[in-house]
């Protein structure tokens, strides 16, 4: 079942919101709503929920992904994937930048060089897969690339 169009409006909305506090706490640029990136993001997270696993699409976009199910029916909440990428600060070490499997989706959120954000969300009302995809990509894995692009926090 996919969400009605309202529901993934707001949804949208809250995880844009979402990323623009976090990116403005580590001196990011707000992003900017893609239609093009939501497109290929719903599709991705549609996808995902038909095959009921976690993966990563071929994009040459950022990407991050987000599963979440339970056995009692929920209201998705994309917000919460935003929070669940975020957390992963807790394992970034700002002394020594750089790409690390389990921060990846903590630095894409903050990579100051990304401008804009697609998201999609899909649920058959027990789990959620929720896409954001982001341009440029972020986690460039190039010297200084990820001193540039993910910077302290400052609030």
Not at 94 to 119: A, D, N
């Amino acid at each position: 079942m996919l969400l009605g169009n309202a529901a993934l409006d707001n949804n949208t909305f809250f995880v844009e919101l979402a990323h623009n506090q976090y990116r403005k706490q580590h001196q990011a640029p707000e992003l900017t709503y893609s239609d093009k990136l939501c497109s290929a993001a719903q599709k991705w997270a549609d996808h995902l929920l038909s095959i009921r696993s976690l993966g990563h699409s071929d994009t040459q976009n950022g990407e991050n992904v987000f599963y979440s199910s339970s056995s009692v029916k929920k209201t998705p909440r994309g917000k919460e994937a935003v929070d669940s990428w975020y957390s992963e600060i807790k394992d970034y070490n700002f002394s020594s930048p750089g790409f690390q499997s389990s921060t990846g989706h903590f630095t894409q959120v903050v990579w100051k060089s990304s401008t804009e954000l697609g998201v999609g969300l899909a649920t058959d009302g027990n789990t959620v897969f929720v896409v954001g995809q982001y341009k440029p990509a972020g986690n460039i894995n190039s010297a200084g690339y990820f001193e540039k692009n993910v910077l302290p926090k400052t609030e």
